[in-house]
């Protein structure tokens, strides 16, 4: 319990943060999300032109920017990279699809369970099952293969993105497109949602918080650690719904920015569990990483921004009205290219021993 | 006593804990591996405690060498 103290304390304030910036403005069980943040902030720069999610969210600049600060002041910063980067942008773009035909990433599916809504809790049953299908192709030796140590400075450029797109939130020039009506007109101030993204950023770091390796590790080691903080997430947004916002609503219909399609929402978000487990961590977590200096977490969240403005200009992004036809098939296209990368990228001997060596005591 | 040597160097999770874990069940006495973050390095010595290993860690340069005996 006392290892555990940390991480669920990190979820607690995860919890307690999203209520907070709903209250001061973002949408409804939108305190976090990953996914429809960085669908917003590919919106804000233009490269999909759906006018209600377009909006720069200093949430994740914060996210990216703790995570840096935190990783750099204890020595765990370290620019690596060079496993499978392009088969990483795939999955990312593929776990984007998957996250925008639910509506939500892992965490807002946890966030949206806290609100009551019951379609995200079929979503859990599919995320759930989209993991234990990535961890039998773990088991028979998938790999992404090994990192290598890059230059310090290439790690520094991913969170000066992040500060640049922050210059551009505050300098509001006229190419940055800003919703004006729709979940990205909704928002919390710009240095509340910042700070929000700062504390959350390094507390992840420091408890390597990740919504798909609770479960992962839960199946594959019985390990408690990380679904401590899933469970710690849930438990304090459930009571900040019921007690701070008042907007706890128990059941399937008139969930907000949620489709009641069942079967589309256990689809995307097995898919989208699927492709985390073959990352190796949630979308959030990719984040985190970005900012702790792993290049591939980086080409990670490029390929997770290229879906999600695919997703907007291709109509493959759900909406309250439902799935989309173009986004069923994209969905479809997506299960069978995990299945590709998950068959061809396993190795059969992953295990290398060298037996005899001296054991330096 | 001699162990076998895991290099799960460059590998991000749960690889070295996926590798360390077909590793000890091939090597239940115990079983060294070498990792080369702090994430792996966390991992590996919360699945050793849980599987009933004593767990080492040494840093060696930048890499970190776990030692897991019964």
Redesign the interface.
């Known amino acids: 319990m006392k290892e555990k103290r940390g991480i669920i304390l990190t979820g607690a304030v995860v919890g307690i943060i999203s209520i907070m910036l709903v209250k001061f403005g973002n949408p409804v069980n939108m305190g976090y999300c990953i996914a429809c943040f960085l669908r917003d902030i590919a919106g804000g720069l233009g490269l999909h032109r759906a006018g209600v999610v377009q909006y720069i969210r200093p949430e994740i600049i914060g996210l990216v920017l703790g995570a840096f600060i935190m990783s750099f002041a204890s020595k765990e910063y370290k620019a690596r990279g060079g496993s499978s980067p392009f088969l990483r942008f795939v999955l990312g773009f593929i776990v984007m699809i998957g996250a925008l035909m639910f509506l939500g990433c892992p965490l807002r599916m946890i966030l949206r369970m806290a609100g009551g809504d019951l379609n995200a809790l079929i979503g859990l049953v599919g995320f759930a099952a989209g993991i234990g299908i990535g961890i039998l192709f773990l088991n028979r030796g998938f790999s992404l293969k090994r990192t290598y140590n890059q230059s310090s400075f290439e790690g520094f450029v991913f969170p000066a993105v992040m500060v640049g797109l922050l210059v551009l939130l505050l300098a509001k020039p006229a190419f940055i497109l800003f919703s004006q009506e729709g979940p990205g007109s909704k928002f919390a101030p710009w240095a509340l949602a910042l700070a929000a993204g700062l504390i959350v950023g390094a507390m992840a770091q420091k408890t390597r918080l990740c919504m798909v390796g609770g479960i992962r590790d839960l199946i594959l080691f019985k390990d408690t650690y990380l679904i401590s903080g899933f469970v710690s997430i849930f438990v304090f947004a459930l009571i900040g719904n019921l007690l701070v916002t008042k907007t706890f609503n128990l059941g399937m219909a008139d969930q907000p920015i949620a489709h009641m399609d069942a079967l589309w929402n256990f689809l995307g978000m097995a898919l989208a569990g699927w492709g985390c487990v073959l990352l190796g961590g949630c979308p959030l977590r990719q984040l985190i990483l970005a900012g702790e200096g792993n290049i591939d977490s980086v080409i990670t969240v490029l390929g997770m921004i290229a879906g999600a403005a695919f997703a907007h200009n291709f109509s493959l992004a759900s909406s309250a009205k439902g799935p989309t036809p173009n986004g069923q098939v994209a969905v479809i296209i997506g299960f069978i290219i995990l299945l590709a990368i998950s068959f061809f990228s396993s190795e059969k001997a992953a295990v290398k021993m060298k037996g005899d060596v001296k054991l330096e005591a | 006593?001699?162990?076998?040597?895991?290099?799960a160097?460059?590998?991000?999770?749960?690889?070295p804990?996926?590798?360390t874990?077909?590793?000890v069940e091939g090597n239940p006495q115990g079983i060294?591996v070498i990792v080369d973050?702090?994430?792996a390095r966390?991992n590996i010595t919360?699945?050793g405690k849980?599987s009933g290993f004593n767990v080492e860690v040494?840093s060696k340069e930048e890499d970190f060498?776990l030692?897991l005996k019964k």
């Open positions: 006593m001699k162990l076998n040597i895991i290099d160097r460059g590998r991000s999770c749960p690889e804990v996926l590798m874990k077909k590793a060294q973050n702090t994430t966390d919360r699945f849980n040494a060498v030692t």
